[in-house]
């Protein structure tokens, strides 16, 4: 039994002519202690999926299941990293760190909850900021108190959506690091969703492509199995890296294309940097690969 099923899970959004079918036959199985990314598409129900394993949100059909048991609502078992930071402007960093923590260690004294609150905002490098207002910290910092929030309500999962597509590269490189090094750590499941394969294969055991909606679907997993800690200036060099970046990438290119000639509506890769040189080999076909 793995940590967190999905089972032939499908979702639709409204009835009749306006019903939009967004994700169809759904299966996803995540170990405990795995760091799984999923790539997707602009559009293809990345956040309705995050929704349906928030419990935010439930299947039409099929079962989503955490430890076994069916989601019914949100728990303090998932944490969740949103793209918006969603952090409360009138209060600083310890306080909203304080609002999520409180519920969950309503029985620990208040020294114990300013003790937890501490220990997560240092381990996002935020100590010298804990006083702050969101409005006074950068994009990067915002995006690193919602990680100590997620964090410090002790969750056995932790559910990352888009947490750093807002972010400059620079910002983003270092929080990435700093997510998989607390990752090692506290050896929380991870699912990590993004835009961008270079963030999977920094960060994830594995990565599965979230195929163009509507009806989407998951697509093959690549697994990535560079030893950790993994550096990207040092794994950049590794052929294997330019190899299996490459996969990933023409996989996401071919289903983008199949699925534009088949639809109408507007299909929005994710955000794809050009293929390295280098042969590759894609199913039984094999190509030389050129810049572009
Ligand atoms: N509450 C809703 N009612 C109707 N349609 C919805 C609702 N929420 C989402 N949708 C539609 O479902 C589809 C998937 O939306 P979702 O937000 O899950 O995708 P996404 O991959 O997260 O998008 P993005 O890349 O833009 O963040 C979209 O076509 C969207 O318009």
Redesign the pocket.
Same mark, same amino acid.
């Given at each position: 039994m793995a940590f967190l099923e999905l089972n032939n899970v499908s979702k639709s959004?409204?009835t009749g002519k306006d019903k !939009?079918d !967004?994700l169809k036959n759904i299966n996803l199985h995540i170990e405990e202690g795995e760091f799984v990314a999923i790539v997707?598409?602009?559009?293809?129900?990345?956040?309705?999926?995050v929704n349906l394993i928030n419990g935010l949100l439930f299947p039409d059909s099929g079962e989503v299941l955490l430890n076994g048991k069916p989601i019914e609502g949100p728990g303090p078992d998932r944490g969740v990293v949103f793209q918006n930071y969603s952090l409360l402007p009138w209060l600083s960093v310890r306080d909203n760190v304080k609002l999520a923590i409180d519920e969950v260690y309503s029985k620990s004294s208040s020294k114990e909850k300013k003790e937890i609150i501490e220990k997560y905002v240092a381990m996002v490098n935020l100590s010298h900021a804990i006083d702050k207002k969101p409005g006074e910290l950068s994009g990067g910092m915002r995006q690193r108190v919602s990680v100590a929030r997620a964090l410090a309500m002790n969750p056995d999962m932790l559910v990352m959506d888009?947490p750093l597509s807002a972010l400059d590269a620079l910002t983003r490189g270092s929080l990435q690091e700093e997510i998989v090094k607390i990752w090692g750590e506290d050896k929380k499941t991870c699912l990590l969703i993004t835009?961008d394969v270079d963030e999977g294969i920094v960060m994830a055991d594995r990565i599965i492509p979230l195929n163009p909606?509507?009806n989407a679907t998951l697509g093959p997993e690549f697994k990535v199995g560079f030893e950790r800690p993994r550096v990207i200036t040092e794994i950049n060099k590794d052929p294997n890296y330019k190899l299996l970046r490459n996969k990933v990438i023409e996989y996401l290119i071919e289903v983008g294309s199949s699925r534009k000639q088949s639809t109408t509506k507007e299909i929005l890769l994710p955000d794809l940097k050009p293929i390295m040189p280098g042969r590759i080999q894609w199913g039984r076909k094999k190509q030389k690969v050129k810049y572009f």
């Open positions: 959004y409204g !939009v !967004v997707g598409f602009t559009g293809s129900g990345k956040t309705t999926l888009e835009n909606g509507p």
